[in-house]
């Protein structure tokens, strides 16, 4: 979603604010800004609707690099796409300029109560915060008691990420975060403030993370940070293991091809990183083996994809581990919390470690004593620091807002948890060599996905996945997949409830993909198939090898069954690109997405 960048006594600040907010361009976002000052006081504030490319061609035209500035990626929760709602917003009398991760609950009681008689040109409540700094400012406040208080009144429940400069003072930047991620970034050579650290490696990787409450006061020889009772604290940097060609595209038209590419590296990465050479297991605390195995239950908590790799994680648990285990959508989850067992062990999966649902539910269940372990792929996330144990899932830099790599990733750290706690039956560090094989295998013939995606998909409106057991799961990323970038409405959903309802939106030529791993149920499955052929639908199946006929689309090799999800989801997300190539769209930023969801 929103992303921030800041830089102060660098030299040239403009360079570094625009590849910062291009670096963020993958989280979504529909309007961009920066305000740029030195030391002298000059200054220039330029937005634009839309990409940044088109901020960067606006603020190049202007002329003006500065030494210092704030820039900001919008993704529009108050207040529609424009000029005017984007960020940075202003004070009335152009002294303060502010950009803002996060929504102000309360902002229209604060408008009412302080800002009688200010003319607000915006419709956000980002503007609401910055006329209140001015206001307490001109009521003879310093600028860091008058940020202080303007956070002081917000609603409990607002989180937010702040980054001001004072147009009086306009190489320091004041930073403020809660429940929303904040970096200040160090370097010889100046200082930076960013949402995410990736934005800001080309300046340095030396970043402190702020906690909640946290107020920052950042100059370009030093750094000033105040918890959240106001003390100074000292907190160490730590050094970001990032190589920066892991954030490019290099030769790849798109993002997600590249990391559906990178599913076979990934798996072989995670392989290593929890298996010794003997093949037994590594990585994963006795703390935290100990206390699962203490729970009479599991209650994995995620959204989107990561909640679609938790039904599938489920079965791992349950037939290895051998404890009973429920999946959870996290903004249900939240607001409506089911009946607990006795002893509950909570299981946060996310690739971002942001996602705001997920982030509420940690929250509750802290404030109910249970334990939490987060699985996440960005590490010093909100959702690893604020859990008890956090386990790398280990998939890289995921950019592309279609979640690819990061769900093979989820699931294959699952599969190693629950090995750790129970027993597969068979030898899992040789399976999942296999798997990487597999993987590569399948990407290695992408061309064949082309043709069905461009075949199938190309003018249709609506498509669906089914299957049945663990492929019911597959087919919910499956048709999410599918749906987010093509915009083919897409459903998928366990083949059994066919002829309940969903049958008869069956037409001649309905694209009806399925998903056939499971021998248990692959004679029902091909029934269903059958039966949607026979009312017209265009029936494409993908089918492991043991069970494939004559006349499926596309082969899977065979790998033990429980883990052909791996392979089975592999085929949906090339025949999700291809199609979404052939409607001649943005494979890697759909309309209205974000990358990380950190509102709820
Ligand atoms: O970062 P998270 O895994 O917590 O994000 C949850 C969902 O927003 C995410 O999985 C989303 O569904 C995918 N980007 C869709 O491809």
Known sequence: MCGIVGVTGVGDALPYLLQGLQKLEYRGYDSAGVYLTDASGKNALIKEKGRVSKLAEKAKAHGFSGTAGIAHTRWATHGNVTIENAHPQKSADDRF????????ENYKELTETYLQGVHLVSETDTEVAVQLVDKFSK????????????????????AYGFLLVDHEDPETLYVAKKKSPLLVGVSDHGNAVTSDAAAMIDLTKEFIELRDGDMAIVKPKSVVIYDAAGEEVNREPFT??????????GAYPYYMLKEIDEQAVVARNISAHYFDEDGNLQGIPCAVTDTIQEADRLYIVAAGTSYHAGLVGKRYFEQWAKIPTEVHIASEFAYDQPMLSEKPFFIFLSQ???????????????????????????????LTREADFALPVLAGPEIAVASTKAYTAQVLVQAILAASLGNPGFDLKAELAKVAVEIQAITDEKESFKKIAEDALKDQHSAFYIGRGLDAAVALEAALKLKEISYIQTEGFAAGELKHGTISLIEEGTPVFALLTQSKTAGLLRGEVAQVAARGANTIVFASE???????????????????????????????????????????????????????
């Not at 009521?139 to 607002?158: E, Q």
């Not at 970001?240 to 595209?249: A, C, F």
């Not at 942001?354 to 939490?372: F, H, I, M």
């Not at 089975?568 to 997405?593: C, E, K, M």
């Open 97 to 104: 300029f502010l950009v803002h991760n996060g929504v102000i």
């Open 352 to 382: 971002s470690g942001e996602t705001a649902d997920s982030r509420e539910v940690l929250d509750n269940v802290k404030k109910q004593g249970y334990p939490a372990l987060t699985l996440a792929n960005v590490m010093n996330s909100t």
């Open 546 to 600: 043991d069970l494939a006929k004559e006349g499926d689309a596309f082969v899977l090799p065979q790998v033990n069954e429980l883990l052909m999800p791996l392979l089975a989801v592999i085929p949906a997300q090339l025949v999700a690109y291809y199609a979404t190539l052939a409607r001649g769209l943005d494979v890697d930023r759909p309309r209205n997405l974000a990358k990380s969801v950190t509102v709820q």
């Open 139 to 158: 009521d003879g406040m310093s600028t860091p008691d008058a940020f202080r208080k303007m956070i002081s009144l917000l609603d409990g429940n607002s």
């Open 240 to 249: 970001l293991e990032i190589d920066p060609e892991d954030t490019d595209k």
